[in-house]
């Protein structure tokens, strides 16, 4: 998750049951999320043991369920329907409060016909639910801020997220599978690179020369900016595999007031010192519809006045989509690799 955070305690390994405070001693953000991330760890592996890894409540038995669009006799092309109710996914709830179309689902934009992950005709599809929990600040939802206060930007929240989604099958796939979605579900996901028999984290080792000589805690977070070829100083950005760091955990956020081709005017700048822009900054934009749809926008670099610190200039201009719907910017320490950051390229060796 993305946020403020002193550092990531939990494991599921020591099977801790319970965070015991002591008197007398200092409070950590840290033993708190613990506390927190043992019970949630607990009531998932329970709904799994309980339900296997896929169910609907028993008073429930409609709960997601996929149908055509029947609109007066005539079925709607391209689309269907997808029933309100609950539905665990490995122990994760997740639930639809009213009915809705694939190609409207509440976290799933689909944007039209031309679209990639647009429904075809005379194709067979597996219908998926993909669950996830995404991390809610202040930015997203106003309301967890307590204006009583003045606004102060206090705790974030997760939002377990689910999308309806579809991968296209071959015919041999669509009839040696017909009556076993089970064994297509297992098919799916070792080919997605989903197993859950593999292990999942990555082993990185830092020089022992790189010793950390600073004051406060820093939780570093790397991430994939966008998938591509792997290459080193690469001419073509288009092609090219990007990733980018940050030793906040991408947790300091900056509005965007204003858009104007490949530049972009933020706010809030004038808060804590560690959160201020500085000159020569990268800084990632972040929207809901792009976040949700797995797509990455361009990151910026913050020019070399401090006159016009307030500006971030991006290798190209944004979608006009951007100016009318909710966007921020989350700064990194370092920006694209293939963009020319040699201080990207140091920072993971």
Same mark, same amino acid.
């Given at each position: 998750?993305?946020? @403020? ?7 599921? %390994?020591?099977?801790?049951?319970? =965070? ?18 043992? /019970?949630?760890?607990? /009531? ?27 609109? %007066? $006799?005539?079925?709607? !092309? ?33 944007? @039209?016909?031309?679209?990639? =992950? ?10 998926? /639910?993909? =669950? ?19 606004? !102060? @930007? ?5 939002r377990v997220t689910w999308q309806v989604r579809v991968s ?21 996901? =070792? ?47 288009? $092609? ?9 955990n991408g947790s300091v956020l900056f509005p965007i007031e ?8 933020? %706010?809030?700048?004038a808060g804590n010192v560690n959160a201020r822009l500085q000159?020569? @900054? ?20 913050? !020019? ?17 989509? /951007?100016?009318?719907?909710?966007? %921020? ?21």
């Amino acid at each position: 998750m993305v946020g @403020d955070f002193s550092r990531n305690t939990f494991d599921p %390994s020591k099977h801790y049951s319970r =965070v015991l405070m002591q008197q007398g001693r200092v409070q950590l953000d840290a033993d708190f999320n613990e506390q927190h991330a043992i /019970l949630l760890h607990r /009531l998932r592996l329970l709904a799994r043991d309980l339900v296997g890894r896929h169910a609907g409540p028993a008073d429930l038995p409609d709960s997601f369920e996929i149908t055509a669009i029947n609109v %007066s $006799g005539a079925y709607v !092309p391209r689309d269907f329907s997808i029933a309100p109710g609950r539905y665990y996914v490995d122990g994760i709830l997740c639930e639809n409060d009213a009915a809705a179309q694939y190609t409207s689902q509440p976290s799933f934009p689909v944007d @039209d016909k031309d679209d990639p =992950v647009a429904l075809r005709d005379s194709h067979n599809y597996l219908v998926y /639910l993909d =669950v996830w929990e995404r991390d809610m600040t202040y930015m997203e939802d106003p309301s967890i801020r307590d204006v009583a206060l003045g606004g !102060p @930007d206090t705790s974030t929240r997760a939002r377990v997220t689910w999308q309806v989604r579809v991968s296209e099958l071959t015919t041999e796939q669509a009839r040696n599978h017909a009556a076993s979605g089970e064994a297509l579900l297992d098919e799916f996901l =070792v080919s997605a690179g989903l197993d859950s028999s593999a292990d999942p984290m990555l082993s990185v080792r830092a020089s022992p020369d790189t010793h950390y000589r600073g004051s406060e805690n820093h939780l570093y977070r790397i991430e994939v900016h966008r998938p591509g070829t792997a290459a080193d100083n690469a001419a073509d950005y288009e $092609g090219t595999a990007t990733f980018k760091w940050s030793r906040d955990n991408g947790s300091v956020l900056f509005p965007i007031e204003e858009i104007s081709g490949s530049e972009l005017r933020l %706010s809030n700048l004038a808060g804590n010192v560690n959160a201020r822009l500085q000159v020569g @900054d990268w800084v990632e934009v972040v929207d809901d519809t792009y976040e949700l749809r797995g797509r990455a926008l361009p990151c910026c670099k913050s !020019p070399g006045s401090r006159k016009a610190i307030g500006w971030s200039r991006c290798p190209k201009a944004f979608p006009a989509t /951007l100016v009318a719907i909710r966007r %921020s910017t989350r700064t990194y320490d370092a920006g694209i690799s293939g963009l020319g950051s040699e201080r990207m390229g140091r920072s993971l060796l």
